[in-house]
């Protein structure tokens, strides 16, 4: 039987009912939401699905959502005649080649029991509900354990792999990546506009480990093949260590209404590998593990002449507070709440 991957448009939308079908089995079963016509008609026709036919009848679809900080892949289904023959996976693969086609967000996925191993085979990981944004939530009215939310069946995924970038979390145990993390530093900050050569590659493997041993620390590094692409990592910080950073009490009004706050110290990707998108998803899988830990507001640096970096920043929504450092004035402070 040969299967045909169709991206949706117009002339097929009147394939919605049919998918309804399907997918209206699934969730008697309790494995998806439910869909309406009209809706799935939409996505079709705006050409965020995509459709699966074999001998002119449709036998698989799977679609695109966008939220403002992540595209999700939802929907997909399978009719059952077809299954076993990776028509699922071909769905999830080609969704993923769109998604990454169209935007730069973080590509999420809320699988249920059979879609979860596909999800693992394209490159997504499941992550903790306290990941995510409340946004992509919304949908729970309509499932049928949204009273026990969240500890609920969902097991929420997010995509670690982006074309040939990986992007895996960084342990204390890790000695070899943790090297190369490092060789990695001192190449990058000795670039403008921090022009910081007087790094060297031990006393930074050092300052990892010590950083790591902070409350609510969070390593993420991008591996290409046998290179680091890019790191970043944070940790969670107090008044008194907010001061000792900054050099001043700017910043205590942070803490007035929360303790919470997460300080991003290090992001950076290195040349050969930047617009790629690697730095914004390396920030977005930071700020995820961020609010998995119970962080509510996050506080960074960077230089007045990082433009890149702070173009990165406000399209993540943090806010240039205009407070420069006291050692380092060049540099401002950030937040995001």
Not at 62 to 83: D, G, K, T
Not at 99 to 105: D, P, V
Not at 258 to 272: G, I, Q, W
Not at 289 to 298: H, P, T
């Amino acid at each position: 039987m040969n299967i045909k991957m169709v991206r949706g448009d117009s002339s097929l939308k009147k394939y919605a009912d049919d998918i309804v079908n399907m997918i209206h089995v699934e969730a008697g079963k309790n494995k998806m939401l439910e869909w309406d016509a009209d809706t799935l008609a939409l996505s079709i026709t705006s050409g965020n699905s995509i459709l699966a036919f074999a001998d002119n009848e449709v036998v698989g679809h799977v679609c695109l959502v966008f939220w403002s900080s992540y595209v999700e892949i939802c929907a997909l289904i399978v009719h059952e005649n077809v299954r076993g023959r990776g028509v699922g996976t071909r769905l999830m693969e080609e969704a993923v080649n769109i998604s990454r086609q169209m935007t730069k967000k973080q590509v999420i996925l809320l699988p249920n029991e059979t879609s979860y191993p596909i999800g693992e085979r394209i490159g997504f990981s499941g992550r903790s509900k306290q990941y995510f944004g409340s946004e992509i939530w919304e949908s729970c009215s309509a499932c049928h354990e949204k009273e026990n939310f969240p500890k609920c069946h969902c097991q929420p995924m997010v995509l670690d792999k982006i074309g040939d970038a990986k992007f895996v979390a960084l342990h204390d145990s890790d000695e070899q990546l943790i090297l190369e993390t490092a060789q990695t530093y001192c190449g990058i900050w000795k670039e403008p506009p921090w022009s910081e050569d007087f790094w060297e590659v031990p006393c930074v493997v050092s300052d990892i480990k010590e950083q790591m041993q902070k409350e609510f620390a969070s390593f993420v590094v991008a591996q290409v093949g046998n290179s680091i692409a890019g790191f970043t990592w944070g940790y969670g910080i107090d008044q008194v260590g907010m001061r000792a950073l900054c050099g001043s009490m700017a910043l205590d009004f942070l803490f007035d209404e929360c303790a919470n706050v997460f300080y991003v110290d290090e992001l950076a990707t290195a040349s050969l590998f930047r617009r790629k998108g690697i730095g914004l998803q390396l920030a977005q899988v930071l700020l995820g593990e961020a609010r998995a830990l119970g962080m509510s507001v996050l506080c960074l640096r960077t230089d007045i002449n990082a433009q890149a970096a702070r173009n990165l920043y406000g399209m993540l929504g943090f806010v240039d507070l205009g407070i420069q450092d006291e050692k380092y004035p060049n540099r401002t402070y950030w937040v995001m709440k």
